[in-house]
């Protein structure tokens, strides 16, 4: 694999865990949900 190659398969990666991440959002606020994420060494929800 060319590194060429290997760079449009990351792009390509990042790209899909964006398009997901915004799905995610979008179902938490349809569905009043909360987002867990780790800040530092705490768990923190939040609202989206």
Known sequence: MTKENKSV???EILKGVEK??????????RNKGEIVV???NRI???KP
């Open 9 to 11: 398969k990351t792009h």
């Open 20 to 29: 997901a991440y915004e799905r995610m959002v979008e179902f938490k606020r």
């Open 38 to 40: 780790m800040k530092g």
């Open 44 to 46: 923190v929800r939040i």
